[in-house]
């Protein structure tokens, strides 16, 4: 596994979040895309502490992928670590729906519009 690749996803966004990497083997030219498996928060969470390939489809029940980004409010100039899912490639149909997406800054209470804070998870940085 090339785990130099892997995106460390900080553990206090929770066990809901883990690395994962999608790879291409159809198309080698492609390169491996590192992004965030995000789980929904009802259901339980499969345990992969074993072999990931021998995992169920069902493991994968809702989840989506996405992207760790930094991101500053434009209003107060608090800065977060996002999960945005925005730039994430729609490979699992519609998971999206199955999870509760953050909107807005919780450090000002601006809203996305004027903020551009959100994503499916935010932690806020000193
Ligand atoms: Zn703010």
Redo the contacts with the bound molecule.
């Keep these: 596994m090339a785990v130099e690749k892997m995106v460390g996803v900080p553990v206090r966004f929770g066990a809901r979040f883990r690395p994962a990497l999608l790879r291409f083997p159809q198309r080698p030219t492609w390169p491996d895309g590192a992004y965030v498996a995000v789980w929904p928060k009802e259901g339980v969470l499969p345990d992969l502490a074993g072999d990931a390939a021998a995992g169920v489809p069902e493991d994968l029940a809702g989840v989506v992928l996405a992207d760790l980004m930094h991101h500053t409010?434009f209003?107060?100039?608090?800065r977060f670590e996002a999960i945005c899912f925005e730039a994430a490639i729609p490979v699992l149909g519609r998971n999206l729906a199955r999870h509760r997406v953050v909107s807005g800054?919780p450090?000002?209470?601006?809203d996305f519009g004027r903020?551009r804070?959100g994503g499916l998870a935010l932690s806020q940085l000193p």
């Design positions: 409010c209003v107060c100039a608090a800054c450090a000002c209470g601006g903020t804070i």
